[in-house]
């Protein structure tokens, strides 16, 4: 079960980052999920629906974002967007390139209503 290991280190994540906080209530969590992240979306939002209950995440919006793949080229510099399943650069064709987006679950943006004030 990956997406429920995804959901549980996701959970503690967000637990580590609350800490400083009283009585936290998340309202909006975005997850940017890479497409070739082997995340399954629609398993994980099953998951998340299954298991929030209880959670710091029960009442949270949470969206997810598809984060294309992406590739800086070393030729001419820029970083793009491939649109076939190809590390070649959308702009001039070469294959000199780096991945540096479409493989990763990130926790994007955490929003709070702080109901207690700040942590200070
Ligand atoms: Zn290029």
Redesign the pocket.
């Known amino acids: 079960m990956h997406e429920y290991s995804l959901f549980l280190s996701l959970l503690k994540t967000i637990e580590e980052y609350l800490k400083p906080y009283e009585k936290p209530k998340i309202s909006k969590v975005i997850l940017s999920i890479g497409i070739y992240s082997g995340v399954d979306l629609e398993y994980l939002d099953e998951v998340i629906r299954n298991f929030k209950v209880g959670t710091l995440l029960e009442e949270a919006e949470i969206i997810f974002e598809r984060e294309p793949l992406r590739v800086q080229?070393f030729?001419?510099g820029?970083i793009g967007e491939p649109t076939i399943q190809s590390a070649s650069?959308p702009?001039?064709g070469?294959f000199d390139t780096k991945i540096i987006g479409g493989f990763d679950f990130i926790l994007r943006t955490l929003e709070i209503e702080d109901e207690e004030g700040s942590p200070n």
């Open positions: 080229c030729q001419c820029k650069c702009f001039c070469s």
